[in-house]
């Protein structure tokens, strides 16, 4: 993730390992119903930490590909869609113990990054435009477009548009679904637009460019929710807007933490966590939500016994990170670092 004749820069591994705490923490509470509110999902409408996690680690998805020479190659990037909605289909089978090909994270991660990918073909001019249509278009047919069961302007479960397009394309509403997946190609292509600031401008610059790209998005993002709720089971505009400015100023202060700054030594536990981002997003499916989760209960036990449910909550997803961080600094300690 360098670019030519530069020091590898270090924040979109340190702001990719961030995304992946998060996303432990998330998904392992011990006891969901006992975690903090804000690291348990807004109900349909509004904002928590939690909610902040999968759109941090598609911005980094982004921020990613000015870096990456596979990015540019049609096969690479092709194989690459093709492995994680496989994988994909297969971590999800792994939770449902049963087969179970449908729609997830990979999945999502590989549709979004699949379109961003094309868009990125226009001419560059073109191609901050098109992101802007795509969510005015999608903010119009959820205004407008009439179908069965949907009620136009609606933003609410059951009469939206994006259900109705779940349930004709794939048999059920998804929040991994066919409209997300459109929508958080923008999240991508907010990534890539930090990620050329990274590689292209004066280093002394760029904290304070990505600073003000957050502070616009994130600044529109807020004027958009006075009319569109942010949502993130329908992906809306608002929530792209307001999550893509907030992981841009995060990527700023990781920036100028560790690249420019002293925050070189203790950055070391997210970049290790974020270099193999997807190695150990697969690993903790396979080990809590697959292999552990018959036993979870009784390993919660003794936790919620000792400190309370909340604690029990916490502690267990801690423990997840732990055990997710030894293996990644094992993984990097051989170098080992897997792509697809």
């Not at 820069?9 to 119903?33: E, Q």
């Not at 907010?190 to 502070?215: D, E, F, I, Y």
């Not at 807020?222 to 009319?227: G, K, S």
């Amino acid at each position: 993730m360098a670019g030519s004749g530069r020091e590898r820069i270090l924040a979109i591994d340190v702001v990719r390992g961030l995304a992946v705490v998060g996303m432990l923490l998330v998904n392992n509470a011990g006891i969901p119903a006992a975690m903090p509110q804000e690291l348990r999902h807004a109900s349909w409408q509004g904002l928590t930490l939690a909610d902040q996690v999968f759109p941090l680690f598609l911005f980094t998805v982004g921020a990613s590909m000015p870096f990456s020479q596979r990015a540019q190659r049609p096969g690479a990037v092709l194989r690459r869609v093709m492995v994680l909605f496989l994988l994909g289909c297969l971590l999800v089978s792994a939770k449902q113990y049963r087969l179970a090909p449908s729609t997830g994270v990979l999945q999502q991660i590989a549709g979004a990054y699949l379109l961003a990918w094309a868009l990125l073909r226009l001419p560059r001019r073109a191609q901050l435009p098109t992101g802007a249509f795509l969510l005015a278009g999608l903010w119009a047919a959820f205004s407008f477009v009439p179908a069965p069961g949907v009620r136009p302007g609606s933003w609410a479960p059951g009469s939206n548009l994006a259900e109705f397009v779940d349930r004709l394309l794939l048999g059920q509403f998804s929040e991994h679904g066919v409209l997300v997946m459109v929508s958080s190609s923008v999240s991508v292509l907010a990534g890539v637009a930090a990620g050329r600031l990274l590689r292209g401008a004066p280093a002394a610059g760029v904290t304070r460019r990505l600073l003000s790209l957050g502070g616009a998005m994130l600044g529109l993002g807020l004027l958009v929710a006075v009319a569109v709720p942010i949502s993130k089971p329908l992906w809306t505009p608002s929530f792209v807007l307001v999550t893509a400015g907030i992981s841009a100023l995060v990527t700023a202060a990781a920036y100028r933490l560790v690249d420019r700054g002293p925050g070189r030594r203790w950055a070391r536990p997210p970049v290790t966590l974020g270099s193999n981002a997807l190695a150990l997003y697969a690993a903790s499916v396979l080990l809590f939500a697959f292999l552990l989760k018959p036993w979870q209960a009784a390993l919660v036990r003794p936790l919620a016994a000792a400190g309370g449910a909340t604690f029990a909550a916490l502690a267990y997803a801690a423990g997840t990170v732990l055990v997710a961080w030894a293996l990644a600094e094992w993984l990097y300690w051989r170098r080992v670092f897997v792509k697809v």
